[in-house]
């Protein structure tokens, strides 16, 4: 089996090689900037170690390890390969750059994905390799958020789609297909128009902060792990989705149009939730915060896996 190539070996970039590495591929790891390499080098082992814990690694320890060569260079870590997963920063002009890169030194069998958060890859691909690259954008981090938006650019060939959904299945998520380009594809779309609400509440003074969070965390949070928001709504009311329509249509259009969600952030509306944010974790408690909350979805992971869900077949 052909190896990996990753470029970016941010937090994105590591836990794409760390996905792969243990599915049984090589994996090559190239970042521009040394330290982000060593840093990548040190979350590798800790994560392995908290994957095991909680029974989410399917291979051994050692083994994922050794599948994972960090680089010097982009073409060691392109060349050759039967995928390359692009995980550099959200810049147009730089991402130009790398697939330029990139282009030059794979051969036409080798699929060019991006990791992208909201810039649709035909903003950037080049014109030469855009047959064979598209969007592979996962939730954050993947290897506990298993899901990819795939995202093919008007030049995507069908192809390069199904084996790109392949190669991501493989290594344990779930593909999902986006059928056309839009800014932000379809997670984060849904994320901010959540946030543009949840933003809009707490300017309006209907709600802290805090307590909007309370609500989605252990109301609508708790309920979409488990079902989407039409799967929901369907088992919400009797009779499924068109009964609930019917009950709740109006009040939603209605919703829709009571508070302005179009306006931009204001930095006083920011800095309202952000108090309230520092409050609850000191941005000196920011990495283990992340840490704990990392924590808590491995333990989902796994209790969902020891009641018969699977996170990878």
Known sequence: ????????????????????????????????????????????????????????????????????????????????????????????????????????????????????????????????????????????????????????????EEQTVLRAGQLYEQAGLSAVRVNREVDGFVFNRIQGAVLREAYALVEAEIIDPMDLDTLVQDGLGLRWSVAGPFATVDLNVRGGITAHAERMGSAYHRMAGALDTSKEWTDKLVAKVNCSRRKAVPIEQWDQAVADRDTQLMKQLNARTSNGGTTRD
Request: charged residues 20%; negative net charge; without cysteine.
């Open 1 to 156: 089996m052909s190896h990996v190539g990753i470029f970016g070996a941010g937090s994105i970039g590591t836990a794409f090689a760390l996905l792969f590495a243990d599915a049984g591929f090589a994996v090559r790891i190239f970042d521009p900037d040394p330290s982000a390499l060593e840093r990548s080098r040190h979350v590798i082992d800790q994560r392995i170690t908290e994957l095991q814990r909680f029974t989410l690694l399917a291979s051994n320890p050692s083994e994922v390890r050794e599948l994972i060569e960090i680089v010097s260079s982009a073409r060691t870590a392109a060349s050759g390969a039967i995928f390359v997963q692009e995980a550099g920063p959200e810049d147009v002009q730089t991402k130009q750059r790398i697939f330029e890169d990139l282009t030059a030194v794979t051969s036409d069998e080798t699929i060019l994905a991006s990791a992208s958060s909201a810039i649709p890859s035909s903003r950037f691909v080049d014109v030469h390799s855009a047959f064979r690259s598209l969007i592979g954008h996962p939730g954050n981090p993947p290897y506990l958020l298993r899901v990819v938006e795939l995202v093919g650019n008007p030049s995507t």
